[in-house]
């Protein structure tokens, strides 16, 4: 419970409906749709789909989702892989041809097909309830009237406006410079495209004038996306991964998503006597910070499309985790975990709805790097992803580029069982971080039962490229503690992630957290 002498947040609790999020309208919309007898997942999609309004540098209809839910009366977890695929021409043997030795960040080549939109229209005709000109309505209402620029939607806005080019720069700039805080943001185009999404279905935006208009901006900047490519877009229903930690049982999606790699680093620091070391310590950093190491190169090494992921088993098998976890040396930082791992592996915008009967979503939704591709169509402004920049070049790589294949992914959205109920829909946000962000938050529940907003709010590091990532919340001794352990320490320059939860309580109530990183909040009613 925080100590309420200093600023902070507390859990929101309320019994008929809660969402979660990163900005304020879209779980106020969420509610909304509660409210008027909508279903959480009626309420997820609408609220979803605003946040790309909301926050347009973060996702948008020219990006992915993937999506984990429960239905009401029961405690089964449904994953739902709502990311798109490289267009069939495209291989990595012509971008190595040309001396590529990775996907270009900010290219067409990067640009996967958007299928969050698929993904949508089908969750709302199986599972919702209102229909998708109802959930669709908010978003073109803020699309055409505009959205005010939100704090950090603002800090991160002009971070990103060098890649934004050609038309993105007129959709997405104000006289060429970055929207600010309280500056109003338009988008009447995705406007448009919503409303002929919510009359005429799914096809209205991957046929038609619409993708062709994506088309268009993919070809001129070098893009072999086609048609074909386009019309083919589909989600797929998929059997989600778990496993348990001290008590609980942690549901991830299954790859292209990264969702194992949470797994195996909580199957690390279960090896560990977490629970008895300081919390904000530099001991626990230290272990957190190895056993991330270990647990990402084994997802470099093994995730991919679902078609091509093989070492799975292995990578969430007990004794994986028991002989990695035997490779952290408690008092001394390891500057590379490939060589170390060689023998062991030598066999790779978030938002949760909880209705009143029960029914949990835990949705993420994205265009991977800040404004993603920074390619936009020209009529309609709709900003495409840059999600094919997860795929690898090497040769013969379960994760490398080919035509069809989807690549591994960084977002995950996360849920909780206990007992074999489900508790917990939660989602961290925040590009690689998330894996480490999932374990983290699930062990400041279990290793110190933190209440769910103090669980988000405690300070975040994370080992990423060679440097220790570390937020200001922690002390200069603990700093200096990890540097005199090997660790390169950096106190990073934006706070790491954002993350929201909710908790179904055995009486019924519904218990909210959300991120005061973000400009979101938690409603209920």
Not at 59 to 64: C, E
Not at 217 to 239: M, P, R
Not at 363 to 377: E, P
Request: hydrophobic share 40%; with cysteine.
């Amino acid at each position: 419970m925080r100590d309420f002498h200093f600023p902070g947040r507390s859990p929101v609790f309320a019994s008929n409906g809660m969402c979660a999020t990163s900005h304020p309208l879209a779980a106020k919309t969420a509610i909304d749709i509660l409210e008027r007898g909508g279903n959480a997942m009626d309420a997820a999609i609408a609220g979803a789909i605003l946040l790309g309004i909301c926050e347009p540098q973060m996702t948008g209809i020219g990006g992915d989702c993937f999506v984990l839910y429960s239905e009401t009366g029961s405690d089964e977890v449904i994953a739902l892989n709502g990311s798109g695929r490289a267009p069939a021409a495209l291989d990595a043997a012509a971008l190595r041809a040309r001396g590529d030795t990775a996907v270009p960040l900010y290219s067409a080549d990067a640009v996967t097909i958007p299928t969050a939109m698929d993904a949508f229209c089908g969750l709302s005709e199986r599972i919702g309830k209102l229909g998708l000109d109802t959930l669709l309505a908010p978003s073109i209402h803020y699309a055409d009237e505009g959205v005010p620029v939100a704090p950090r939607v603002a800090f991160d806005w002009a971070l990103e406006t060098e890649k934004l080019k050609g038309s993105a720069r007129n959709h997405y700039l104000k006289n060429g410079s970055a929207l600010k805080t309280g500056d109003i943001f338009r988008a009447p185009g995705q406007a448009e495209v919503l409303r002929r999404v919510a009359k005429s279905g799914r096809d209205a935006f991957y046929t038609g004038e619409i993708a062709e208009d994506m088309i268009a901006a993919l070809t001129a900047q070098g893009g072999a996306h086609t048609a074909e490519d386009f019309a083919a877009a589909a989600s797929d229903q998929a059997v989600p991964v778990e496993a348990s930690y001290k008590g609980i049982d942690v549901i991830e999606h299954p790859p292209n998503g990264q969702g194992a790699t949470a797994l195996l680093l909580l199957n690390i620091l279960a090896q560990f006597d977490i629970a008895a070391m300081d919390p904000l310590g530099a001991q626990r950093v230290h272990i957190e910070a190895e056993a991330s190491k270990l647990a990402y190169d084994a997802r470099n090494r093994f995730l991919a499309d679902p078609d091509h992921t093989t070492r799975l088993d292995h990578m969430l098998a007990p004794e994986t985790a028991q002989r990695l976890a035997a490779l952290i040396d408690p008092k001394k930082a390891m500057p590379a975990a490939a060589p170390l791992t060689e023998q062991v592996h030598k066999d790779t915008v978030y938002i949760t709805v909880v209705d009143r009967d029960g029914m949990a979503v835990s949705m993420i939704y994205s265009i991977f790097h800040g404004f993603g591709s920074g390619i936009a169509s020209d009529k309609f402004g709709i900003l495409l992803q840059n999600r094919g920049a997860g795929f690898t070049l090497e040769e013969g790589h379960p994760n490398e580029l080919k035509g069809g294949k989807r690549p591994m992914h960084t977002i995950i959205p996360g849920m909780i069982r206990e007992n074999g109920k489900v508790i917990m829909p939660f989602g961290v946000m925040g590009g690689a971080y998330q894996p480490c962000g999932h374990a983290r938050f699930v062990s400041n529940l279990q290793d110190f039962e933190m209440d769910m907003q103090s669980a988000i709010d405690a300070p975040r590091a994370f080992a990423d490229g060679g440097v220790l990532k570390i937020e200001r919340g922690y002390s200069e001794a603990v700093r200096q503690s990890l540097t005199d352990l090997g660790h390169q320490v950096a106190i990073t320059d934006t706070a790491i992630g954002g993350a929201q939860s909710i908790r179904l309580r055995p009486d019924g109530v519904l218990e909210g957290a959300s991120d005061p990183r973000k400009d979101g909040c938690a409603l209920g009613y």
